[in-house]
């Protein structure tokens, strides 16, 4: 398995795979899995990150941690201009809710 992201020969430079580290916990503590990809990869608004492997599955008080490779698709132009704005007025949403001091009369 190599350290940093690589290209594979059949893609274009907005397809690439690269190593990633998951991490799983499932206690009544903490239920997650966090991803966290090898190198200096940095994840913007519109790209993909799809994991290989089979699916995951830990008995209940347990954590683990998982090498697999994942696949990063770079979004276009375009479709990163809409996630920001889909982004910005799904933030927006939040904005319309209010709080009342005390008790409406």
Known sequence: MANSATLTPSSSARRFETP????VEQSSNHFHAHVELTGDVKIEPGDKV???????????????VFERMATVTRA?????LLTRLAAYFDLAELYEVSFNAGRIK
Not at 76 to 80: D, E, T, V, Y
């Open 50 to 64: 799809r994991v290989h492997g089979d699916p995951i599955a830990i008995p209940f008080g347990s954590k683990q």
């Open 20 to 23: 990633c580290t998951i991490s």
């Open 76 to 80: 276009g132009p375009l479709a990163r």
